[in-house]
């Protein structure tokens, strides 16, 4: 298994310009997350999924879109970047189950907005 | 909704000695409490969690606490090596965001030789 894959690895963008960050996972979990984790805050919940077709906001919305049409990928889109979101991105996904909640990360994505 | 502090933000220790990190969270309806460990450069990677209906969890030389009625949890390394220095983060789960985790803001654990 790859587990959670993330690309691209590293990404500069142009202020105002859009793109993807691509995520994948191949566990056949039903929960996958989107965050942004900054120097010294820690990891902060963009937006996340509990199922194919399901999406909700986390904490630090604003400036991003998810979709999840099948349960391997999870593609967060920024709409118009701004230096603010410079940041490093996670994905993550775990098992639905009660008994599993043991979130899995991918190697993440550094975005930097100029 | 749910908040998670975490403190100290640095901590250093002479290799050999304990470290012990603490959380506080603020959701009474949180049951799940992790800690993971991210060393510079890479992914967050589980290293121990505890449930609401355990009170203490050890493997090995790490060790996890819950305070449930202070909702406080605290994190204990003992013999710490050298391999140990990295950060660490608590989270604990969330009703208002459908049981996703809320994060602390990191330990940096600094293990002197």
């Known amino acids: 298994n790859a587990g959670v894959t993330q690309t691209p690895k590293f990404q500069v963008l142009k202020t105002g310009q859009s793109m993807t960050l691509q995520c994948a996972q191949d566990m056949n979990h039903e929960y996958m997350s989107w965050y942004r984790q900054d120097p010294g805050m820690g990891l902060r919940l963009i937006h996340y999924s509990v199922g194919a077709g399901i999406t909700d906001q986390g904490e630090v919305p604003n400036g991003y879109n998810v979709s999840r049409s099948t349960t391997e990928d999870f593609p967060l889109r920024l709409l118009s970047a701004a230096p603010s979101q410079t940041s490093v991105y996670f994905c993550?996904?775990?098992?639905?189950?009660?008994?599993?909640?043991?979130?899995?990360f991918g190697p993440g994505t550094r975005l930097t907005v100029t | 909704g749910e908040n998670v502090e975490q403190h100290p933000s640095t901590l250093s220790v002479q290799e050999g000695d304990s470290a012990v990190i603490k959380c506080t969270y603020s959701?009474?309806?949180?049951?799940?409490f992790p800690w993971y460990k991210q060393e510079l450069g890479k992914r967050p990677q589980l290293i121990i969690d505890i449930r609401s209906n355990v009170g203490e969890k050890k493997d090995q030389r790490i060790a996890v606490t819950l305070n449930k009625t202070a909702k406080h949890f605290s994190l204990h390394i003992t013999e710490t090596q050298p391999e140990d220095s990295a950060v660490y983060f608590c989270a604990a789960n969330s009703m208002d965001s459908n049981y996703q985790l809320i994060w602390g803001a990191g330990t940096k654990l600094i293990i002197k030789p």
């Open positions: 993550a996904s775990r098992d639905g189950l009660a008994s599993s909640y043991e979130q899995y």
């Open positions: 959701d009474s309806a949180s049951n799940y």
